[in-house]
């Protein structure tokens, strides 16, 4: 199978689940994002599953996704046809989104659903990450893009991301995909201190300067700022991802990676640290990777069955190892997901 193959974010294929029952989760009064959005996002989503658009590259042919005024961000650095969305005039009455976008680096990922030509219904698995990670950009604007880039040509046609093959490999055998991430707002503070590449230390770039403690206090206030943003959201994310639950019913929860998981299952892993830390003082040190490899780590969420992998990211290579390397991941990943469902059996 191949991408040509996939069908990206169709309506119907689950019942319940449309573009406009996503955007109604994250946009409107109590949600996340203000209600003027919700037109870009549900223009969006109708680009992205134009099956024209979905197999063309944003670089080379970034003309099939800008969106009305709104332009992408620098296709040669930024494969993942990342939109901007300028803080004037869908921001100006929110106070909230007003200041959000006074940090750099602000992002959403676009929830996204995908199978291949022979869906199974009843084969539905939910694959959660952290947060809509941005580096590199500025003030004044909204990012936004899908969780691992999937709706771009340039990210899925890496040989080397393990993630988009792995997608393959799933709807290849009939599963129906949904991917999300618990955080949904991303805000970056700026940054007072850099590393040097010569010597690896930390140091300031104006610590000679007249206003260098007045830049760290500003910095320690933006900090924490930031930090009550998120806090702000906190319910507003869970109540979206309940709905996310709801709308597309899966049979299981996948994370990747010790972020995903603790975002998704933060009591789940603190019981375990305290466990492994009681194990440590007894001479048996327990960590993530030990967690979780070589068989998956089992739990709940919101009632689902839930299963925590290992990142496959190739400097992740120590810690693949226990799973006899990176080059298993796939395998490894739809070995575990196909024996659940084959034990489960079909849902009746």
Sequence with gaps: MCWADVLFCPDGVVNGLTANKVVDALVGEN????????????????????????????CEHPELWKQGSLRLADVGKYRDALLEIPTHPLFDDDDEWNEILKYPCVGHDLPVWMHGPKPCKDRRIMIVSQDPLRTGHGTGKLLLSTP????SADYRDNDGDLLMHLALRLMESGYVLYLTD????YNRKPELVKIDKRTSKKKSPCKNCEHYEECKRRRVEIGRAKNEIQRNFRERYKQCLAEEVSL??????????EPAAKALLPDVFCRKK??????????DKRTFSNMVAPDPLRDHYEGKISFSFLHPSR???KALKLIGGADRFVEHCASALDKFFNEKGVRK
């Design 274 to 283: 305290k466990e492994s830390s009681a194990r440590s003082k007894m001479g």
């Design 31 to 58: 949600k996340i994002f203000p209600a003027g959005l919700a037109e870009v996002f549900r223009r969006r989503y109708s680009i992205m599953r134009d099956p024209k658009v979905f197999m063309q590259s944003c």
């Design 248 to 257: 597309f019913d899966p049979d299981v929860i996948v994370t990747f990676g």
């Design 315 to 317: 400097t992740n290579g």
């Design 182 to 185: 618990v955080i949904k707002i």
């Design 148 to 151: 691992f880039g999937f709706h």
